[in-house]
């Protein structure tokens, strides 16, 4: 993604993305079992089938009672994606110790049909992200627009094999629900970093 696309992306409304969100979760199947007790704004609502870069299959649900940092991005992005991955860096390196361990961080690519498993593990080792709390993923085509919708990032294909696309850090709580977001790129923002900070406090409770 070029500087051109990042402002087309920037100039998405607020408003639309958050209404998008809230259809997608409301058209999410019904859950049962160990999910039935989700609150109905909780993302972890979807079932959304993906795959890890170690090529470990797993859910959104299975992250359920840990804060989590979600963003979405690809592989062969070479402008703002690796700027995503700094900026979740330094967001954890503004965190103590022990809260840096309490903290997941999910990355969903927008193009599953490059990003394959080996691909994500190559981008993983290249970046050296400990897949202890680290977790590039892949899901189905129609998976990536579901979840994209309901985390409020737009996303579009471009001829060349770039996306257009919205950049965002999303915090969810341990039930899945977001709690807040960022699109400051470069220097963690202050604000996101507090608010990471009071849901680990508030986890612990």
């Not at 609502?45 to 989590?68: E, I, K, M, V």
């Not at 977790?135 to 990032?153: D, F, I, M, Y």
């Amino acid at each position: 993604m070029n500087r051109r696309h990042l402002l087309a992306a920037g100039g998405i409304a607020a408003a639309t993305l958050v209404i998008s969100g809230a259809q997608a979760l409301a058209a999410a199947p019904t859950t049962t079992g160990a999910t039935s007790t989700l609150p109905t704004d909780s993302v972890y609502q979807l079932a959304t089938p993906l795959t890890d870069q170690n090529g470990r299959a797993f859910s959104l649900g299975d992250g359920r009672g840990t804060p989590t940092i979600v963003s979405m991005f690809y592989t062969s992005c070479q402008f703002v994606c690796p700027m995503l991955v700094e900026a979740i860096r330094d967001t954890q390196q503004k965190l103590g110790d022990d809260e840096r361990s309490r903290v997941n961080v999910l990355m969903v690519t927008f193009d599953p049909q490059h990003d394959t498993v080996a691909v994500l593990q190559k981008t993983a080792k290249q970046r050296q992200l400990d897949s202890t709390h680290w977790t590039l993923a892949r899901a189905e085509a129609p998976n990536v627009r579901k979840l994209a919708s309901v985390l409020g990032v737009q996303y579009k294909a471009l001829p060349n094999g770039d996306y257009n696309h919205t950049t965002a850090l999303i915090l969810l709580d341990t039930d899945g629900r977001i709690v807040g977001k960022t699109s400051q790129l470069g220097d963690a923002d202050p604000a996101f970093v507090k608010l990471v900070k009071a849901t680990l406090a508030s986890s612990k409770r």
